[in-house]
């Protein structure tokens, strides 16, 4: 069954600080996998994608098939970070729908 | 710009009652889909339309709950005689791609909120 994990519901790390943003997936193949993120009183969006590689906004997120996991990351944190992050997977196909983890809020303390 | 469009943006009802939600996708988009959005649940998937092919209803909570899509473009999603943990919000999302890593375009959702 594929299945996201993300252990925290919530996350408070200081203005500059590192952040890591734990996700972990389950799935018997090579998913495609995202993360969205939501600020306050806007749409949920898309933030970035494994198969594009590339670093959005300060952030980046490296797929680790061995541990299963899809952890987002930014060296330094900023006050407008503060978001509710959700990590997603789906079938390298796209014929099974996108399914979510339940999200972490990042608060970002300055 | 024409992005995802919900309607209602809230919606407050009494128990019992029947509520339509509506989307309007991206025009061209053959995918959409429905989620619900709630305290500590995160995202819930609810219905998936591709194309032609038949609906992945697979997400649906129960039977109360149905959706169509009429014309491969407008979406309504149908909650029957509400109940209070029906209350969240709901997201429609539409995508251009049939393969998989095609971007979801979010609308902003219908609030529900069963009295």
């Known amino acids: 069954a594929q299945r996201v994990t993300q252990p925290e519901k919530l996350l408070s790390v200081f203005k500059g600080a590192p952040v890591e943003l734990k996700c972990n997936y389950s799935y018997s193949g090579s998913p495609e996998l995202f993360w969205y993120v939501q600020y306050s009183r806007q749409r949920l969006q898309l933030l970035l994608r494994h198969i594009s590689r590339e670093s959005i906004k300060g952030f980046t997120a490296d797929l680790n098939k061995g541990e299963t996991s899809f952890h987002l990351k930014k060296p330094f944190a900023q006050e407008e970070d503060s978001a509710m992050y959700y990590c997603?997977?789906?079938?390298?196909?796209?014929?099974?729908?996108?399914?979510f983890g339940k999200g972490t809020r990042l608060s970002v303390i300055a | 710009g024409a992005g995802v469009s919900q309607s209602p943006s809230n919606k407050v009802t009494e128990k019992g009652k029947d509520v339509e939600l509506r989307c309007d996708p991206i025009s061209g988009h053959t995918a959409l889909y429905w989620y619900r959005q709630s305290l500590g649940q995160g995202l819930e998937f609810l219905i998936y339309?591709?194309?032609?092919?038949?609906?992945?209803k697979s997400g649906l909570p129960s039977d109360r709950f149905s959706a169509e899509r009429t014309g491969g473009s407008v979406s309504t999603l149908t909650i029957q005689r509400t109940q209070q943990e029906d209350s969240a919000v709901y997201l429609c999302?539409?995508?251009?791609?049939?393969?998989?890593?095609?971007?979801?375009?979010f609308g902003e959702g219908s609030r529900l909120t069963v009295l």
């Open positions: 997603a997977l789906s079938s390298p196909s796209g014929n099974t729908p996108l399914v």
């Open positions: 999302a539409s995508t251009e791609l049939t393969s998989g890593g095609g971007e979801l375009f």
């Open positions: 339309f591709q194309g032609n092919s038949a609906p992945d």
